[in-house]
C-alpha cells in the first residue's frame, strides 16, 4: 500500500513562493507523480505531472512557467516549486502517483492520493 503525505504549505503573500513536497511510504519511483489543487467551492484541477523517470513534464496552462515539477526518486519525494504566487494559487494542494508512470492530467489515472497541504496566497 503506498501512503503520499504533502508537506511545504502555507501562508505566503502574492509575487512569493513555496516548494511542497511529497514523500512516498511505497516504491513509487516507477510511478508518475502529479500535483492537483483545490480551491474553495471549486473542483479539483490539475496543476502539474511527471514521468517516472523525471524526463517528461506536464503543466496546466496557468502555473507553466512559475511552477516547476521535479522528483528525487532516491528519496521517493517529489516537489512542486511554486514562483510568482498569485492570490487565485490558493487551493489545497495533493500530490498523487500513477503505477502506469506515465504523464497525465487526469486525476482518473492516479490510483494513490496525499490528504494535501494548504496553500494561501494573500494579494
Known amino acids: 500500500q503506498v501512503q503520499l503525505v504533502e508537506s511545504g504549505g502555507g501562508l505566503v503573500q502574492a509575487g512569493g513562493s513555496l516548494k511542497l513536497s511529497c514523500v512516498s511510504s511505497?516504491?513509487?519511483?516507477?510511478?508518475?507523480m502529479g500535483w492537483f489543487r483545490q480551491a474553495p467551492g471549486k473542483e479539483r484541477e490539475f496543476v502539474a505531472c511527471i514521468s517516472w523517470s523525471g524526463r517528461s513534464t506536464y503543466y496546466a496552462d496557468s502555473v507553466k512557467g512559475r511552477f516547476t515539477i521535479s522528483r528525487d526518486n532516491a528519496k521517493n519525494t517529489g516537489f512542486l516549486q511554486m514562483n510568482s504566487l498569485k492570490a487565485e494559487d490558493t487551493a489545497d494542494y495533493y500530490c498523487?502517483?500513477?503505477?502506469?508512470?506515465?504523464?497525465?492530467?487526469?486525476?482518473?489515472?492516479?490510483?494513490?492520493w496525499g490528504q494535501g497541504t494548504q496553500v494561501t496566497v494573500s494579494s
Open positions: 498523487a502517483a500513477d503505477p502506469d508512470g506515465l504523464t497525465s492530467s487526469h486525476e482518473r489515472d492516479y490510483r494513490y
Open positions: 511505497g516504491r513509487t519511483s516507477i510511478y508518475a
